[in-house]
């Protein structure tokens, strides 16, 4: 896998630069969307009157989501993207992925099911992206959906090796001369600054040259996906966005206590906490979600 560089995105309006050619989402659940060079996979499911549109968590795709199907394919019509560098979508841009693209994306979905308005499903990495979208397209959005959702506090370290140029280069370099950070990561494990499941989470994602490549490309292509937690959470007052935020008790990883700072009662917001982990994506979880409907 090619790891490149930061590359300044230049200015550009939308409707200018992308197209979309489909296949009949009623023949065929794959489809694809040309924008700019670049191509989009996606998946389609369900036969419901609403649109709900579903963003998948690191290193996932949109198959991740057909368990939900079964339980809401008949409220909805289930969308689901392949994000850059992830599943079958081809991302060709020399350039991050920005917040403008992902308007873009979702705006093709729209225009070929031919609505106005949507609702959103994001899973971990896919929740910080859902609030992304919630910055920019919040009067067009009916219910927002956050499971295991990211995006709800600011890594230090995510925004250091990301958004700093000798961040970045250290990330890199850390790729291919990882001595250093395992070091440093069984250090804090025995002083106890890590907890186990962390600890083995961080070590399953970093344990493979290919593994370190994938997570710092998709990090840095996603540097900019950085949401505006207070203001998200006016726009979705301003708009009434019906919100479910819903998490694993046992989750180390995005705990529940994000979900209770998030949710502090400046907008409309029901809480669920289920008996998981970090792994929540069920048809189980597509039968809760239409129970809270």
């Given at each position: 896998?090619l790891?490149?560089d930061l590359v ?7 409707h ?16 694809e969307?040309?924008?700019?060079k ?5 998946t389609?499911?369900?036969t ?16 991740h989501f057909?368990p939900?199907?079964e339980a809401l394919?008949?409220i ?5 993207l392949?994000m850059p ?10 350039r991050?992925f ?6 873009a994306i979702?705006s093709l979905?729209l225009?070929q ?5 949507f609702s959103l ?7 910080r992206?859902?609030l992304c979208?919630?910055?920019?397209m919040?009067?067009r ?5 956050m ?5 709800f ?7 250091f090796?990301t958004?700093?140029?000798i961040g970045?280069k250290?990330f890199k370099y850390n ?9 440093l990561?069984h250090?804090?494990?025995r002083l ?11 070590l399953n994602r970093?344990d493979?040259p ?7 490309n998709?990090?840095?292509n996603?540097?900019n996906?950085m949401?505006d ?6 726009l979705l007052?301003?708009y009434n966005?019906?919100?479910?935020l ?12 994000l979900g209770t700072?998030?949710?502090?009662g400046s907008?409309?917001?029901?809480m669920?906490?289920l008996?998981k982990g970090h ?11 239409k129970?809270?409907l």
């Amino acid at each position: 896998m090619l790891i490149f560089d930061l590359v300044q995105l230049p200015k550009f309006a939308i409707h200018d630069y992308f197209s979309v050619s489909l296949l009949p989402f009623s023949v065929m659940p794959d489809f694809e969307l040309l924008y700019l060079k670049s191509r989009f996979h996606g998946t389609c499911e369900g036969t419901g009157e609403q649109l709900l549109i579903c963003l998948h968590g690191f290193g996932e795709s949109a198959a991740h989501f057909k368990p939900l199907t079964e339980a809401l394919g008949d409220i909805f019509t289930i969308v689901a993207l392949d994000m850059p560098l992830h599943g079958s979508t081809q991302w060709q841009e020399k350039r991050v992925f920005e917040k403008e693209d992902l308007v873009a994306i979702i705006s093709l979905v729209l225009q070929q099911q031919g609505k106005e308005r949507f609702s959103l499903l994001g899973y971990s990495m896919g929740g910080r992206l859902a609030l992304c979208l919630v910055e920019k397209m919040a009067e067009r959005i009916d219910r927002l959906i956050m499971a295991a959702g990211d995006g709800f506090r600011n890594n230090p370290w995510h925004l250091f090796v990301t958004r700093t140029g000798i961040g970045n280069k250290i990330f890199k370099y850390n790729t291919y001369h990882p001595q250093l950070f395992f070091s440093l990561l069984h250090t804090w494990r025995r002083l106890g600054l890590l907890n186990q499941s962390i600890y083995k989470f961080v070590l399953n994602r970093m344990d493979e040259p290919e593994k370190r490549a994938f997570v710092y490309n998709v990090w840095t292509n996603m540097r900019n996906m950085m949401p505006d937690k207070k203001h998200c959470k006016q726009l979705l007052t301003r708009y009434n966005v019906l919100t479910l935020l819903i998490f694993g008790k046992y989750d180390r990883v995005i705990p529940p206590v994000l979900g209770t700072r998030f949710a502090d009662g400046s907008f409309s917001c029901k809480m669920l906490v289920l008996e998981k982990g970090h792994q929540l994506i069920s048809a189980q979880l597509g039968f809760i979600i239409k129970s809270n409907l």
